[in-house]
């Protein structure tokens, strides 16, 4: 994700209900979460979901529910009588459980399903949610967004429940498939490559399924009156860009950008890890970009504003696409690991901004320096950072997490030298691609890498309160952190 400045303070996720059409559980019905260390409501334990079907009927009308079913594998971890999933803003028609009826009710932002059956541990578990999927209310609260012309997701941090049934935390990571119908009149588009398209009288039911795992908040389906404009990247990639029918011609500088960003990403990393990428250009007023996975979320506006140098534009667009290695392919473990997306995405923005616009990345690197203290004192360290405002949980997105974590990388470069951190890199990315990983995996990675214990030295740049001297900088300085800094 990328913050801009007008909205680095906003709230994006907002209190919503949930109806549902259903007799009570027994008590008690209560939410369970994962217990990751910053949003213990958040996730599901028990179980291991490997694969969504997701189908929705457009009405076409942004402000109208959308019928919906979900239909969820998974394996079951445990011995289940209960199963949560992460559901909210919706109606729940019926749930059935490995093809029974299930009793369900609601707990906080849980849906408490209760199969007629009880699982064993391993055992195969199917789950189909009938369901309403509601895009009404303010447009800052994530999930669906409203647009000019129809629909979008960003489900950053934990919105896609107000979408879809789901285990809604990047810990459990799963394929997708989606069936968008809608008026025939419009396109609908979604993550991974479309199977099908099919016409049935006045509508189209548009088809797409992912060809590797994905975390639910990288989750992106988008309706409306668009074009799909289709092109190669490297290695034959298939590119496709969504933007406004209207928009085709006037966007056309900068959709043509992105097999060079992709060629560019590709000689610092490797191979781009998924089956398709392309940017989808949303009439919306948002306040960020969203890396959702092979088809980015991009405010209109990013490509329209004169104020925008086209340095600038491109690198957002490079920070994007980076976090499809980073964050995406690589995926955190718990929010905690945050610095790994957001970090890394942020380092190779400016470090393409350095090689293509002559933007210095030292510069940038000693201004962040110069405010790590202030940014520590006022989220926490990169790796453990403090959880955020109650109901505000895109605060987490601080500078910290951006500038703060990528000062961290140009630090270990720093340290170990250009050969042994490009070294490190492209072990990360190919070692875990599809996985999860831990910062604890990623300093152990390190060491490995470079043959000495790296631990010492991440102790103080990841957990720090106070920022360690910069390796070849002994003359770079923080700014005192004053208790007017500190708010």
Same mark, same amino acid.
């Given at each position: 994700?990328?913050?801009?400045?007008?909205?680095?303070?906003?709230?994006?996720?907002?209190?919503?209900?949930?109806?549902?059409?259903?007799?009570?559980?027994?008590?008690?019905?209560?939410?369970?979460?994962?217990?990751?260390? &910053?949003?213990?409501?958040?996730?599901?334990?028990?179980?291991?979901?490997?694969?969504?079907?997701?189908?929705?009927?457009?009405?076409?009308?942004?402000?109208?529910?959308?019928?919906?079913?979900? @239909?969820?594998?998974?394996?079951?971890?445990?011995?289940?009588?209960?199963?949560?999933?992460?559901?909210?803003?919706?109606?729940?028609?019926?749930?059935? #459980?490995?093809?029974?009826?299930?009793?369900?009710?609601?707990?906080?932002?849980?849906?408490?399903?209760?199969?007629?059956?009880?699982?064993?541990a391993g055992e195969?578990?199917?789950?189909?949610?009938? *369901?309403?999927?509601?895009?009404?209310?303010?447009?800052?609260?994530?999930?669906?967004?409203?647009?000019?012309?129809?629909?979008?997701?960003?489900?950053?941090?934990?919105?896609?429940?107000?979408?879809?049934?789901?285990?809604?935390?990047?810990?459990?990571?799963?394929?997708?498939?989606?069936?968008?119908t809608a008026p025939?009149?419009?396109?609908?588009?979604?993550?991974?490559?479309?199977?099908?398209?099919?016409?049935?009288?006045?509508?189209?039911?548009?088809?797409?399924?992912?060809?590797?795992?994905?975390?639910?908040?990288?989750?992106?389906?988008?309706?409306?009156?668009?074009? #799909?404009?289709?092109?190669?990247?490297?290695?034959?990639?298939? #590119?496709?860009?969504?933007?406004?029918?209207?928009?085709?011609?006037?966007?056309?500088?900068?959709? @043509?950008?992105?097999?060079? *960003?992709?060629?560019?990403?590709?000689?610092?990393?490797?191979?781009?890890?998924?089956?398709?990428?392309?940017?989808?250009?949303?009439?919306?007023?948002?306040?960020?970009?969203?890396?959702?996975?092979? &088809?980015?979320?991009?405010?209109?506006?990013?490509?329209?504003?004169?104020?925008?140098?086209?340095?600038?534009?491109?690198?957002?667009?490079?920070?994007?696409?980076?976090?499809?290695?980073?964050?995406?392919?690589?995926?955190?473990?718990?929010?905690?690991?945050?610095?790994?997306?957001?970090?890394?995405?942020?380092?190779?923005?400016?470090?393409?901004?350095?090689?293509?616009?002559?933007?210095? &990345?030292?510069?940038?690197?000693?201004?962040?320096?110069?405010?790590?203290?202030?940014?520590?004192?006022?989220?926490?360290?990169?790796?453990?950072?403090?959880?955020?405002?109650?109901?505000? @949980?895109?605060?987490?997105?601080?500078?910290?997490?951006?500038?703060?974590?990528?000062?961290?990388?140009?630090?270990?470069?720093?340290?170990?030298?250009?050969?042994?951190?490009?070294?490190?890199?492209?072990?990360?990315?190919?070692?875990?691609?599809?996985?999860?990983?831990?910062?604890?995996?990623f300093v152990a990675?390190?060491?490995?890498?470079?043959?000495?214990?790296?631990?010492?030295?991440?102790?103080?740049?990841?957990?720090?309160? @106070?920022?360690?001297?910069?390796?070849?900088?002994?003359?770079?300085?923080?700014?005192?952190?004053?208790?007017?800094?500190?708010?």
């Amino acid at each position: 994700m990328f913050l801009s400045s007008r909205r680095r303070r906003a709230a994006l996720l907002a209190a919503a209900s949930l109806s549902l059409v259903a007799a009570a559980l027994p008590a008690p019905v209560t939410p369970l979460g994962i217990g990751d260390p &910053l949003f213990p409501q958040l996730g599901n334990p028990g179980y291991d979901v490997l694969a969504y079907d997701i189908a929705m009927a457009y009405p076409g009308d942004n402000t109208k529910p959308l019928d919906a079913e979900t @239909k969820i594998s998974a394996r079951a971890l445990q011995p289940l009588d209960r199963v949560n999933l992460d559901f909210t803003h919706g109606t729940v028609r019926s749930v059935r #459980v490995n093809d029974e009826p299930a009793d369900f009710a609601l707990s906080g932002e849980d849906l408490v399903v209760r199969p007629a059956t009880p699982l064993a541990a391993g055992e195969a578990l199917r789950i189909d949610v009938r *369901h309403t999927s509601d895009p009404s209310g303010p447009r800052d609260t994530g999930g669906w967004v409203r647009t000019g012309d129809g629909l979008a997701m960003a489900n950053q941090a934990d919105a896609a429940h107000r979408v879809f049934p789901c285990n809604d935390h990047p810990a459990d990571k799963a394929y997708f498939t989606f069936r968008i119908t809608a008026p025939k009149d419009l396109t609908a588009v979604a993550n991974g490559l479309r199977t099908a398209k099919e016409r049935h009288g006045a509508n189209t039911t548009w088809s797409y399924r992912t060809a590797h795992p994905m975390a639910t908040e990288l989750a992106q389906v988008s309706i409306g009156s668009s074009t #799909v404009v289709t092109r190669k990247g490297p290695h034959g990639l298939p #590119v496709r860009d969504v933007v406004r029918t209207q928009d085709r011609a006037a966007l056309e500088r900068w959709l @043509k950008k992105t097999p060079g *960003h992709l060629s560019w990403m590709e000689g610092k990393v490797g191979r781009y890890p998924f089956e398709s990428y392309g940017v989808l250009v949303a009439d919306a007023d948002t306040g960020f970009e969203l890396e959702t996975q092979t &088809l980015s979320l991009f405010e209109r506006s990013l490509f329209t504003r004169p104020a925008y140098p086209e340095w600038y534009v491109d690198s957002i667009m490079v920070h994007e696409l980076a976090h499809h290695w980073f964050g995406n392919s690589v995926s955190p473990q718990t929010w905690s690991d945050l610095w790994l997306n957001e970090g890394h995405a942020t380092w190779y923005e400016a470090l393409y901004a350095q090689e293509k616009a002559k933007q210095p &990345l030292e510069a940038r690197m000693r201004d962040a320096y110069a405010s790590s203290d202030l940014w520590r004192s006022a989220g926490g360290p990169p790796a453990s950072p403090r959880p955020p405002a109650p109901g505000h @949980k895109i605060s987490l997105f601080r500078p910290v997490v951006y500038d703060g974590s990528a000062l961290v990388l140009y630090a270990l470069r720093q340290e170990v030298g250009q050969a042994a951190f490009d070294r490190l890199e492209r072990s990360w990315v190919a070692g875990y691609r599809d996985r999860n990983a831990t910062t604890a995996d990623f300093v152990a990675l390190a060491s490995r890498v470079t043959g000495r214990d790296l631990t010492p030295f991440f102790a103080g740049w990841l957990y720090g309160e @106070k920022t360690p001297p910069m390796p070849g900088h002994p003359d770079w300085r923080v700014r005192p952190v004053t208790p007017a800094g500190a708010r």
